[in-house]
């Protein structure tokens, strides 16, 4: 899934680190990082 430019612009302004990754790996980066920090995810799920 491609991510709009500016959606990546706008959250770097904001200082929200953005990592964008297949579902799987997401997943696994969410896990270990909610750990360590305030941390929200935004998954696109597919059948």
Do not use: P, Q
């Not at 991510?3 to 270990?32: C, H, P, Q, R």
């Amino acid at each position: 899934m491609k991510i709009d430019k500016g959606i990546i612009k706008k959250a770097k302004e904001l200082g929200i680190e953005l990592i964008i990754e297949n579902t799987y790996f997401a997943v696994k980066k969410f896990n270990e990082m909610s750990k360590i920090k305030k941390t929200i995810a935004a998954l696109r799920l597919t059948c």
